[in-house]
């Protein structure tokens, strides 16, 4: 009765199961990973960005702004700005994807 029978049996859709879920438990945490770089990439593009405005508007103005705070996607970018030493340092800090707290800084020089 089972000879004419096309198919597969449920020992080879078993089988077949059990390598698809090696082959993706290998491949998901490499996947997950590369997710989270890339969201730490687009948090550091925004810091960049952040910090370039900032910079043009103190060049427009010529007035140094300590303390500003800048909401951007959810995440909050400090400005701070250092005037004690010469030439001054704009930085802009913010918590990246590890919860770190990172910080990019550039040098201001005024017109």
Do not use: H
């Not at 993706?24 to 925004?46: C, D, M, T, W, Y």
């Not at 500003?68 to 030439?87: A, F, H, I, M, Q």
Request: proline residues 3%; glycine residues 6%; hydrophobic residues 45%.
């Amino acid at each position: 009765m089972w000879k004419n029978a096309k198919g597969f049996t449920l020992v080879e859709v078993l089988g077949a199961m059990v390598v698809w879920m090696v082959i993706a438990s290998l491949l998901l945490p490499g996947i997950v990973r590369l997710n989270q770089e890339r969201k730490g990439f687009i948090l550091e593009q925004q810091a960049r960005f952040v910090l370039t405005l900032e910079l043009d508007q103190i060049r427009l103005e010529a007035n140094l702004v300590d303390g500003k705070t800048v909401n951007r996607n959810g995440t909050d970018y400090r400005l701070t700005l250092d005037e004690g030493s010469k030439p001054n340092i704009l930085c802009v800090s913010y918590t990246d994807y590890r919860l770190l707290e990172q910080e990019r800084c550039v040098y201001v020089y005024l017109p």
